[in-house]
C-alpha cells in the first residue's frame, strides 16, 4: 500500500491558487484513467501569516506554519512536495533541511522553461515585491542573457497589491482588470514574455480572457509539468 | 499549531472530482480573506480499485485502500473528514469504524436539503448502480413521503456509465451530453428535482449548460456546505 511517489503540495496561499495548481497537475498528467493521474495529498490550511507583510517588515513571519504543513505531508509518506506560492519559496532552504522528502522549487521550474529555446530579449515579472526584492528569477535570467523587465513601486501599489488581494476575496474579475495593467505596463517597456510569477495572476488573468496570457509563462504550470515528468517516470511501477 | 478543526477530503474517486468538491467548499464558505477559508487536507490519491467494478463484483474492494486515506488523515490530526465519492459511500461503516475523526455522509447532507421546504412529488437520482441499489437516497425520499425516479438498467447502458467514464478520461463535453440524456428521461418520467449523485455528473452537466441544473440538487454542495457551517461554528475560536 506504500506509494513509491506521492506529491505532497504545501498550499493554501492562497486556497483558490492551490486548486489552480491542482488542475493545471491533472492537465499536465496524460491519463486515461483516474488511476494514470498523479497520486497527491495536499495541505490546504490557510490560516497562516501573510507572506507579503513578513517580508515587508509589518506582520510576523509564516515559517513555523510552513514548517508544520512540511511535517504534516511528510508524516503521510509524500515523495516530493511542490510548493503552491511564489513568494513562500522565501522560506524555501529552512523548509527543505526540516523535510525527509525533496522540495521542488518553483523558479528552477520556470527557468527550465526556457531550456534550449531561443531567448526573448527582455522578460517582465509580475511578483510580489518580496519575490522581486529576493532576485531569483532576475539572476536566472541574467544567467541566460535575458534582461528583466519589473514592476515599480507605484505600479505594485496601484495594480498588482490590489489586483492580488482582490482575487484573495474571491473578485477574479476586478484581480483581472488590475492585473492586466500591471502586465501591460511591463510589454510597454519591451517585455516580449511575462513571467506570473504569483500564484494569483493566472488565475485573475484567465478570469478576464487577458490577450497577455499568449506571451505570459506561468510558473505554477512549469511546477505542475515537473511533477507530472516526475510521476510519469514513475508510472510504470506502480499498482 | 493543532488545529481544533480540519477537515480531511478522502478524494481521488476520481481527481477532478475531488477538485469540484474543494471549489464548492471555497464557494461555500464566506471569507474576506485566505485566512478566514476552510482549513482542510486532501488525500487526492486515484489509485484505487474501481468503485462500479467493485460492486458489480468484476473488480476487487478499494476498501483497503480507502482504509489508508483515513488512517492517513487521521495521522495529520484532521477533526472531520468528508468522502468525496457517493459511491465510496458503501464502505461508510468500515471507515468509520476505523477512523478518530467523525466521518460526514454525503446521502445525510443531501437530505437535509429537504428539510423544512415544500416537498416536490417526485425525485430523479442519477447515480451508479452501486449507489442505486444501496438505496440510500430512496429510503430518505420515501421516509419524506417523496417519490424516487431512477434511471433503467438500459439508460445506465447507454448514457450514465459511458458518460462517467467520458469525465474520468477528461472529456467532459462528451460526458455532459450523455448525463443530459440520463437527466432528460428522468424529468421525462415526472421527476420534478434530480438528485446528482455522482460526483462526475454535475462537473460534466455545467460543461455543457444543462439546464436540467436548474433543478438539481448536487450532493457534492449539499457536503460542502455542511463543511462550511461546521467550520464557521468555530472559525471565531481559530487563530
Avoid at 10 to 35: E, F, I, N, V
Avoid at 61 to 73: D, F, I, K
Wanted: aromatic share 6%; proline share 6%.
Amino acid at each position: 500500500m506504500s506509494t513509491p511517489f506521492l506529491l505532497g503540495i504545501l498550499g493554501g496561499m492562497g486556497p483558490l491558487a492551490t486548486l489552480d495548481l491542482m488542475h493545471k497537475l491533472l492537465r499536465a498528467t496524460p491519463a486515461s484513467s483516474d488511476q494514470q493521474q498523479i497520486p497527491h495529498v495536499v495541505w490546504n490550511v490557510p490560516q497562516i501569516a501573510d507572506r507579503q507583510r513578513a517580508l515587508a517588515g509589518t506582520g510576523p513571519s509564516p515559517l513555523p506554519q510552513l514548517l508544520y504543513g512540511v511535517e504534516q505531508l511528510n508524516r503521510v509518506g509524500v515523495s516530493h512536495i511542490a510548493i503552491a506560492c511564489n513568494t513562500a519559496h522565501h522560506w524555501y532552504e529552512a523548509l527543505a533541511q526540516h523535510s525527509d522528502a525533496p522540495l521542488l522549487h518553483i523558479v528552477d521550474a520556470t527557468l527550465a522553461v526556457f531550456d534550449g529555446k531561443e531567448k526573448p530579449r527582455r522578460v517582465g515579472i509580475i511578483a510580489t515585491q518580496g519575490t522581486l526584492d529576493a532576485g531569483w528569477f532576475q539572476h536566472g535570467f541574467t544567467a541566460m542573457g535575458i534582461e528583466s523587465v519589473q514592476p515599480t513601486q507605484e505600479e505594485l501599489r496601484q495594480w498588482f497589491v490590489p489586483g492580488c488581494y482582490a482575487v484573495k476575496r474571491g473578485e477574479l474579475r476586478t484581480g483581472g482588470e488590475l492585473l492586466s495593467l500591471q502586465a501591460q505596463a511591463l510589454r510597454d517597456r519591451g517585455a516580449e514574455r511575462l513571467v506570473l510569477a504569483c500564484t494569483e495572476v493566472p488565475v485573475a488573468l484567465a478570469e478576464v480572457t487577458s490577450p497577455h496570457l499568449a506571451v505570459s509563462i506561468d510558473p505554477a504550470e512549469a511546477l505542475a509539468r515537473q511533477c507530472a515528468r516526475l510521476w510519469l517516470a514513475q508510472r510504470e511501477t506502480w499498482h
